[in-house]
């Protein structure tokens, strides 16, 4: 069967979100000739399923559908949101697994109602597969881009090996979050999985291993966009001229859902941790003066600022500064790489290469890897190996 002819689903967790809606009205209107393919790095990669192939639906706790949704989070314009009105309406979430235990802003009625922790697996499971049968799917994709989740302690033994796993899902014990519920199932259905979240999900050794045993490919975790996207191309610069980082500080401030979840602290915890880690490793000696802010700021919606200062000592000691000031979309920047993800898992998926996939690293800040190691951050080298892996 040709790519051209194939379907693939894309079940994603969050799909009333503004880059879920964002990334499914895109496909919607490449379908329609209303828009290009600029922001979509891997356009011209033709032996990737096609964008127009790609079928969606998925869980939110908000159950209204998506062209409701999309005039809530004001991402598209008025011309974009009339040319794929009909398709975004067309589409309603399914109930989700949600707890507030994890992740205490994400408030609404759509909702699996509590269960077993078992029980909830297996109703993603049967949400997966009642999807593949009613649309004729030749694969699914699980993409998690639902809210923030706080960490549960990592250490516990009961996310160190599937078997542990399994027990804990009988038990019902409280470590395994949501995204980890999503995670499984996705895995123990044979679909592609990818986070694009800060939440742990399948990037505990349970789930990696879980993976890599069954063939599955899974990749994450949290979407390289804006701001740590611009850090990991300037550090690599800084390092390369010897120039000396003595204190980075960014701030960010945004008003979308994503900011309003990021206002509790234990799910702020989870996403700077992500994006605090990348500067270390990449300058190869630690920044004291590493400071990450993120604040809600509602007037800001979807429009998001994130600004830089950066301290630098150079020849003879000499002090410099550099300042970044990145006015950007955060859905925009968002929607079109999980697009390329869903395609490239899909991919790798079809090579027959399970377990974390640590070439598609490129797309994230915090990327899986095999064994737990410490991945590579630099976008230029990232880049390389992405297309390496494509090449072959």
Request: glycine fraction near 8%; hydrophobic fraction near 40%; proline fraction near 5%.
């Amino acid at each position: 069967m040709s790519d051209e002819q194939r379907k693939v689903g894309v079940a994603v967790v969050g799909l009333g979100g503004a880059v879920a809606t964002t990334a499914v009205a895109g496909v919607e209107l490449l379908k329609v000739g209303a828009s290009g393919v600029e922001g979509l790095p891997l356009a011209e990669v033709t032996d990737l399923v096609p964008y127009t192939s790609l079928v969606f639906g998925g869980w939110d706790v908000d159950g209204d559908d998506l062209a409701k949704a999309a005039h809530v989070h004001r991402v598209l314009d008025a011309r974009q949101i009339e040319a794929a009105g009909a398709a975004l309406a067309s589409i309603t979430p399914w109930p989700a697994v949600a707890d507030p235990e994890y992740c205490r802003n994400a408030a609404g009625a759509n909702v699996v109602p509590v269960g077993s922790v078992r029980g909830r697996v297996d109703r993603v499971r049967e949400d997966i597969e009642r999807f593949r049968s009613e649309n004729g799917l030749d694969r699914v994709v699980v993409v998690n881009l639902a809210s923030t989740e706080r960490w549960p302690d990592l250490t516990l033994p009961a996310l160190q090996d599937p078997e542990a796993f399994e027990a804990a899902l009988d038990d019902d014990d409280p470590v395994v979050s949501p995204s980890m519920v999503y995670a499984y199932a996705a895995i123990a259905s044979d679909c592609p999985y990818v986070n694009f979240t800060p939440s742990a999900s399948a990037d505990i050794p349970a789930l990696r291993e879980l993976a890599a045993r069954r063939g599955v490919p899974v990749a994450g975790k949290d979407g390289k966009t804006g701001q740590t996207m611009m850090k990991t191309v300037l550090a690599p610069a800084f390092r390369s001229r010897a120039l000396q980082v003595d204190g980075w500080y960014s701030t960010n401030i945004l008003g979308n859902r994503d900011g309003e979840i990021l206002d509790d602290a234990d799910s702020l915890a989870s996403k700077v941790n992500t994006k605090g880690t990348v500067l270390d490793s990449m300058l190869g000696y630690p920044v004291d003066d590493h400071v990450v802010r993120i604040d809600y700021y509602r007037p800001r919606g979807d429009e998001k600022e994130a600004w830089d200062n950066i301290d630098l000592v150079g020849f003879l000691g000499q002090r410099m500064q550099v300042k970044v000031d990145f006015l950007c979309r955060d859905s925009v920047l968002a929607a079109p790489l999980v697009l390329e993800l869903v395609r490239l898992v899909d991919e790798a998926a079809r090579r027959g290469e399970g377990g974390a996939q640590e070439q598609l690293g490129f797309f994230f800040k915090a990327p899986i890897t095999r064994d737990g190691s410490q991945p590579e951050h630099a976008l230029y080298r990232q880049e390389q190996v992405l297309h390496e892996w494509l090449a072959r």
